[in-house]
């Protein structure tokens, strides 16, 4: 480095401090702002399902109820509406996906990545494919099959669109594809079956995109409402988005406190979940991608 | 396919055998894969084509091919002309709010420190809370008389806007919701992109008299983030495109049709009014729309990306 000055150095001390903490002033002010807007909402719903009517309808904007009302708003909430039974729902078909989606697609994932069959190029093409298409494209003919098979209204109906993750066998193969391959060879001369090898070795190496799937699935399906609204009308197998619009429709959107204390009760499963294992959840959300 | 024997005649056997099981087990794994795609996938979509030309509605008993009339009827109706129109103006207005919005946010985020991850938290809450549960949520922050933010615009001395049933304004409301949906999803990714940029590089700039924010930003880091933001813009496109949650529980494409959306009118057509054929000739346009858009996307930003 030659000895010509920095243009830093010709600022002055002082000068160089003003401009660092109107910077700052000036970064951690659109940030705050930022945050406030997407908190607002989240604030709201919470002091508005522990208000009274008469405060809600007053217009005033106020942070913390004169009246404490939620033991009121909750309780009508939960005798207006079946809302554990919704995020009851909410967790059976969570899990039930995924579980079929993990036993599907980490075997066909290992046979991509590792097997020679025939036909495996056409799979993967054909895989590569379904990624593209949106699961509203095939829902008019899965919604017919269905009425015809008489299974509207079931929990498998509302699962069955999701049972193939092609996007599950697309990141699983590329996992597979790093394992080393004279690990498996040892196996096989150990005498282990491809399924063992499959489920006992490569799995268990494959931990954290099971893991970020997981997340991205039980996320996905906790809250879609499309496929819900159309096979589902009885309320009782309702999930908590669907759920949450049956409440909304038959309060009429007129009794806001407890419309609020029914929103907090079925988005706190996910948020709680996410507030404990939060590194888990975003790295899920993202390293999955495609929403 | 060709097959490559060893040339021992001994070893043979034995490694065609090994092979044979090959190939059995790669058939027997991929099959419930391969099942399920046909089922949920493959077939339904060879099925939407046929009703894609024929005039069958739900529950009737015949139907009338009409060739390419649903197509042709859809391409003229007003209704889904406009519902493509009020779709692409919300996919212009989330995709730049989105993308922006989260680059901003990610570069003054980025090495904060100990702030950063309660901002990280923060943005992305709405990312993992329920839209629908929300939505409802939105609906009273936005209502004209008992809504805090029409509280704030009265205390400032406006009058108060009816964002949602006013037909100018609904739509770009619920756009400025998906934009804080979606903004914490892409702040995550672009902050990932950040994080790869090596440090060295900036301190090259610091030497070179690069030292101004704006001028490292342009200099490195924009140029450098152009994978992470080709990826960004066409996720958070497909995402504007598939708005269906928030119209459905808000507006349901009101008022006067200012918020019908294409998924929408396809909900609809296909299972409200049960006009399944014509429901399957909108759902080819929606799905040439959405692939359309992320080629063209695709196209015109790699030209401008160096890797």
């Known amino acids: ?291 | 396919m060709t097959l490559v024997l060893p040339s021992p005649a001994r070893v043979a056997p034995a490694a065609g055998r090994r092979l044979l099981l090959e190939r059995f087990t790669g058939l027997g794994f991929a099959l419930p894969a391969l099942a399920l795609l046909v089922l949920t996938i493959l077939a339904p979509l060879a099925v939407l084509v046929v009703l894609s030309a024929t005039n069958y509605e739900f529950g009737a008993v015949d139907m009338d091919w009409v060739g390419l009339g649903n197509f042709q009827k859809a391409l003229a109706d007003p209704i889904i002309r406009r519902s493509l129109l009020n779709t692409l103006i919300y996919v212009a207005i989330v995709v730049p709010g989105g993308v922006l919005g989260g680059l901003l946010i990610a570069v003054l985020v980025h090495r904060r420190g100990k702030m950063r991850s309660v901002y990280e938290v923060i943005y992305f809450l709405p990312v993992t809370s329920t839209l629908i549960a929300m939505a409802t949520v939105w609906q009273f922050l936005l209502h004209p008389s008992l809504g805090p933010i029409n509280g704030l615009i009265k205390w400032l001395g406006f009058a108060p806007v009816a964002f949602l049933s006013e037909p100018t304004t609904a739509l770009a409301t619920l756009a400025v919701i998906g934009v804080w949906q979606i903004l914490g999803f892409n702040m995550i990714l672009f902050l990932a992109g950040l994080t790869a940029i090596p440090r060295d590089l900036y301190e090259a700039a610091d030497i070179d008299g690069c030292s101004g924010g704006i001028d490292r930003f342009l200099t490195i880091t924009w140029p450098l983030l152009g994978p992470t933001t080709m990826f960004v813009v066409i996720t958070t496109m497909i995402t504007a495109f598939k708005i269906f949650d928030t119209v459905a529980v808000m507006t349901r494409g009101g008022p006067v049709g200012s918020t019908e959306v294409l998924l929408y009118n396809i909900y609809l057509e296909g299972f409200q009014y049960f006009h399944t054929g014509y429901a399957a000739a909108l759902t080819f346009i929606f799905l040439a729309v959405i692939l359309l858009f992320s080629a063209a996307q695709t196209f015109s930003l790699d030209k401008k990306v160096h890797y």
């Open chain 1, 1 to 291: 480095m030659s000895g010509a000055p920095l243009p830093a150095q010709a600022v002055t001390p002082a000068h160089s401090v003003l401009r660092r903490f109107v910077s700052m002033a000036l970064v951690h002010g659109v940030l705050v702002a930022g945050a406030i807007f997407m908190l607002a909402p989240f604030v709201w719903m919470l002091v508005t399902s522990i208000k009274p009517p008469a405060e809600i309808f007053s217009g005033e904007i106020a942070l913390w109820p004169k009246r404490f009302y939620g033991v009121e708003n909750y309780s009508l909430a939960m005798e207006k509406a079946p809302l554990l039974r919704f995020a009851l729902n909410g967790v059976i078909i969570c899990v039930g996906i995924l579980a079929v989606q993990l036993l599907v697609a980490i075997p066909c994932a290992y046979a991509l990545a590792k097997l020679r069959f025939p036909g495996r190029n056409l799979l993967f093409v054909l895989i590569l494919l379904g990624l593209c298409i949106p699961v509203q494209v095939p829902a008019m003919p899965l919604y017919i099959a269905l009425a015809h098979l008489g299974v509207l209204n079931t929990y498998f109906s509302m699962m069955v669109p999701f049972f193939l993750s092609v996007f599950a066998i697309f990141l699983f193969r590329q996992f597979f594809r790093s394992f080393p391959d004279d690990i498996i060879n040892a196996a096989r001369l150990d005498g282990m079956s491809e399924f063992e090898i499959v489920w006992r070795i490569v799995t268990p190496s494959a931990w954290p995109a099971i893991a970020a799937f997981s997340v991205f699935s039980a996320v996905a399906h906790w809250n879609d409402l499309y496929w819900p609204l159309i096979v589902i009308s009885d309320a009782k197998l309702a999930p908590p988005p669907l759920g949450m619009m049956f409440f909304a429709d038959a309060e009429s959107g007129s009794n806001y406190g407890a419309l609020t204390a029914a929103a907090t009760i079925l988005t706190a499963p996910l948020v709680i979940a996410f507030l404990i294992a939060r590194r888990r959840f975003i790295d899920g959300i993202t390293m999955t991608g495609v929403k």
